[in-house]
Structure formats: structure tokens, C-alpha cells
């Protein structure tokens, strides 16, 4: 099948790629010429395991092409995405401005009849607006029907997910854009949950949603579990084997961070209040994961009471591991409290340095290593599970040191590990 994809960031470009690797001839729309120059000579623009080799492999195929050409880009296209940002408002709600753009482009440009899909993430009802838009600004005769087709992609693990998800979800009130969305997707070969408009929008919501609570519920288990002598390790296990909750996304630790998570909710928060409807349970998730930002640091302060003169090691800086992106990163909230406190403040990360120098604070020192990081220093705190930080070795902080004195926010060595290690030892939600 003929497809343009509009917007190559993370979702489009994942998107387009993948779906060329699936034999259809794919061509990505965007209006940075740089980044589309950059993509057609074989460099992705972010880092995604797998992404670069599948955009190399359909580039010499001609499978997939980038263009910043609108009537180009969309000429005999059977269907096209969009796949641009949808950034979080002033008050929350999701900003349409480039939504709205992209509807006015393909209005402007469109010379056949076509399937617009949007993959972005979108309010409930935006699909509807879309089409208004785009019907409103038509420049030639031309019919379009719409659909929904939200994505589930994990940044870090997004080509894997693109082929291994657990469903793709497809939604439109017109029943031949269910087919072929159906028939570009077979490929796959994963479950597909076929619906309208309204419900696909809605549940790229209430999934995104879900998880978010699911990780704020054990978070308040792990502070509850901790004071009353219980480990939320053991605590989280038991529970993840009842099938009805699942072991996933029950890890504790300093709360959630990224593009998705803390943006989702807060605008689904924001659909309901337009309606005046309250979503208190949703509200608290978002209040939890505040919060839990702050315990991990009201820990130490506790322990150590004074951080003035004091270097505090940081260890990971990025949102979660596996990825550069600093977007509403625990470790933001942190770093500000610890250089307010007094601290001198020593930042590794295995990759997100760049990112982080942008919207830290500027006193922050960075170091090359964990070793680096820790050397000398009173404290040290960490806060992204990297596979460097995890494989660090509990030696390396007894020797390096003043004090061996660490601060595990995401719980990343078991208690046994710790017991002799001459280390002092504090994590989330377990004895210490
Ligand atoms: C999330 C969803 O997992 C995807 O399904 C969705 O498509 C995506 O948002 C999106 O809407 O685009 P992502 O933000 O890449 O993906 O990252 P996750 O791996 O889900 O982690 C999100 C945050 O939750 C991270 O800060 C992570 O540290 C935290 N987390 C996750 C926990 O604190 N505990 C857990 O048990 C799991």
C-alpha cells in the first residue's frame, strides 16, 4: 500500500519505518529539512534500538523516503498518518496548535481520495475536529474518512514493541477505513481490537492512565510497607502472581517521569474537568507521584541533616534507563532540592548528559563514570536504573567514599547484597 506518515518524531518515525519493513512504500512528511536531509542519508535523529539498521535496510529498498514536500508527499497515497506532537498546555489539556497545522497542510495539498489515521495522542473528539478542518480547507474534490490508531510503543524498546505489542487497536465510525487499516496492519500479526472513534482515542487514555496508577498504588504501598516493617519487594511479587493484577509495572521507586505518563494524565484530568466531571483517583495519582519525588531526598535529609559543603553523587539522570530523554525526569526535581540544600552536586549518566546540561542546573558537575561520580564524595543518590549504575559494584562505593552512604531510588540491589557490604543502605519501601 501507498502511505505518508506526517511528522517524524519518535511515534512517526518508528511508525513509517516499520511499516515500510512490512513491504508497504512509505513516505515520511515533516517540515524540518535538516532532520528529513539527515534521514534520507541514513541518520535517525533519536536513539532506538534497531531504528537506524531498518531506516538504512528501507532506504536502499526504496521502501521508505523523507520529504518536506507536502504535494509530494501525499500524491496516490491510499492512507496517511499523522504522527505529529502533542505537546502538554498551559493548563494541562493537550496543545493542538500542530494538529491543527498538519489538518490545514493535507487540506491544502490532498488530490485524492485517502484514510487519514492519527496516531498521535489526541482528546477524545479530536478525530471529528480533524476532519471538520481538513474538510473545511479542501482545495480539491476530494472525500477523506478518518481513524484512530493509537500507538503503545515504549521509548527505548519501540521497534521491538511495534512487532511484538500485545494489540494494535483500530477505530473509525466508517466501516471500509476499519478494512483497510485491518489489511496494512496484517502484517504484524499481532491481535487486533477493531472499534470507533471515540473509544480508540479513549483508550490510549485509560491504558496510559492505568499504568500510571498502577505505578503511584505501589508506591504508596512501598512508603506504607516501610514504616509498618514490611518489603515491598516481597509485597509486589506476591501480588504481581495473581493474574489479575500482573507482575508489570509494580516496581517502586521515585515515581514516574517522560513524555507520556505525567502529559497523559494530567489531560485526561483535563477532558473531565470540560465536562465537569472529577477524577479524583486520577487527580491523587498525580499528587502521589509528586510526592514521591521529594521522599527519597527528605530521606537523606533526614539522615544527614545538613547538606552545605557536602557532594552528593547523582547517579542517572534520564526519565528511565535506555534512553536520553530528560522529559519530566525525576532527577529535575531532585538536583534543584540538593544544590538548594547546599550541596555540591555530581552527575553521571550513561547517555542523557547532553539533554540534561539543558534543563538542569547550572552548578551541576558532570563526571564520565560512576566510579568518577562517587569518588569522595558524602552521599550518593540513585535515580535511573541503568545497567551501569545497577552493575556498579557495592566495593566501589565502600572504597571511594568518605562514608559509604547511598540512596537507592530505584531499589536496584537486594537486601542480602547490602547486608555485609559496609555500605549504608536506603531504598524504597524496605527495612533498612
Ligand atoms: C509509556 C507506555 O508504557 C507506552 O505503552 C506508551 O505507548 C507510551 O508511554 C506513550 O504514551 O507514548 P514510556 O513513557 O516510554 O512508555 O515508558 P515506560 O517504560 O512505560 O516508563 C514510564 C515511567 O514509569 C518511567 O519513568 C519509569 O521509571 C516509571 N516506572 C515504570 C516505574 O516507576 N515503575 C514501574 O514499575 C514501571
Excluded at 498504588?217 to 516481597?234: R, T, V, Y
Excluded at 517522560?258 to 466531571?277: L, M, N, Q, V
Excluded at 559509604?404 to 531504598?427: I, T, W
Aim: negative net charge.
Amino acid at each position: 500500500m501507498k502511505i505518508a506518515v506526517i511528522g517524524t518524531g519518535y511515534v512517526g518515525l518508528v511508525t513509517g519505518v516499520c511499516l515500510a519493513e512490512l513491504g508497504h512504500h512509505v513516505t515520511c512528511i515533516d517540515v524540518d529539512q535538516e532532520k528529513v536531509e539527515k534521514l534520507n542519508s541514513g541518520k535517525s535523529p533519536i536513539y532506538e534500538e534497531g531504528l537506524e539498521e531498518l531506516l538504512q535496510k528501507n532506504l536502499h529498498n526504496e521502501q521508505v523516503e523523507f520529504t518536506t514536500e507536502y504535494q509530494q508527499g501525499l500524491k496516490d497515497k491510499q492512507l496517511v498518518y499523522l504522527a505529529v506532537g502533542t505537546p502538554q498546555g498551559e493548563d494541562g489539556s493537550a496543545d493542538l496548535t500542530y494538529i491543527e497545522a498538519a489538518s490545514r497542510d493535507i487540506a491544502e495539498h490532498l488530490e485524492n481520495d485517502t484514510v487519514i489515521v492519527t496516531k498521535s495522542t489526541v482528546p477524545v473528539g479530536t478525530n471529528e475536529y480533524i476532519k471538520e478542518i481538513i474538510e473545511a480547507n479542501l482545495v480539491h474534490e476530494v472525500h477523506i474518512k478518518i481513524a484512530s490508531n493509537p500507538e503503545f510503543l515504549r521509548q527505548g524498546s519501540a521497534v521491538y514493541d511495534t512487532f511484538h505489542g500485545d494489540r494494535i487497536v483500530i477505530g473509525s465510525d466508517d466501516e471500509e477505513a476499519l478494512e483497510l487499516l485491518e489489511a496494512v496492519n496484517a502484517g504484524f500479526n499481532l491481535p487486533i481490537v477493531k472499534t470507533d472513534l471515540r473509544s480508540a482515542e479513549m483508550i490510549k487514555y485509560a491504558s496510559n492512565a492505568f499504568l500510571a496508577t498502577k505505578i503511584s498504588f505501589i508506591n504508596e504501598m512501598a512508603n506504607l510497607s516501610e514504616k509498618i516493617g514490611a518489603n515491598i519487594d516481597h509485597v509486589a511479587r506476591g501480588m504481581g502472581m495473581d493474574k489479575r493484577i500482573g507482575e508489570s509495572f509494580l516496581n517502586a521507586g521515585i515515581g514516574f517521569g517522560g513524555s507520556c505518563f505525567p502529559k497523559d494524565t494530567r489531560a485526561i484530568i483535563s477532558i473531565g474537568k470540560e465536562i465537569a466531571y472529577d477524577m479524583p483517583i486520577l487527580e491523587n495519582v498525580v499528587d502521589v507521584n509528586e510526592r514521591q519525588r521529594s521522599i527519597i531526598v527528605d530521606k537523606l535529609l533526614k539522615r544527614v541533616y545538613d547538606l552545605k559543603g557536602k557532594k552528593v553523587a547523582v547517579l542517572g539522570l534520564s526519565f528511565k534507563p535506555n534512553t536520553d530523554d530528560m522529559r519530566e525526569a525525576p532527577s529535575i526535581a531532585v538536583t534543584e532540592k540538593l544544590l538548594e540544600e547546599g550541596a555540591t552536586v555530581v552527575a553521571y549518566d550513561p547517555v542523557a548528559v547532553a539533554n540534561a546540561k539543558k534543563v538542569l542546573p547550572g552548578q551541576v558537575n558532570y563526571a564520565e563514570s560512576a566510579e568518577e561520580a562517587v569518588q569522595g564524595a558524602d552521599v550518593a543518590i540513585i535515580l535511573t536504573e541503568w545497567k551501569q549504575i545497577k552493575e556498579f559494584p557495592l566495593t566501589g562505593y565502600k572504597e571511594r567514599m568518605n562514608k559509604a552512604l547511598l540512596f537507592d531510588g530505584r531499589n536496584c540491589f537486594n537486601l542480602d547484597q547490602v547486608k555485609d557490604s559496609g555500605v549504608e543502605y536506603h531504598s524504597i519501601g524496605r527495612p533498612v
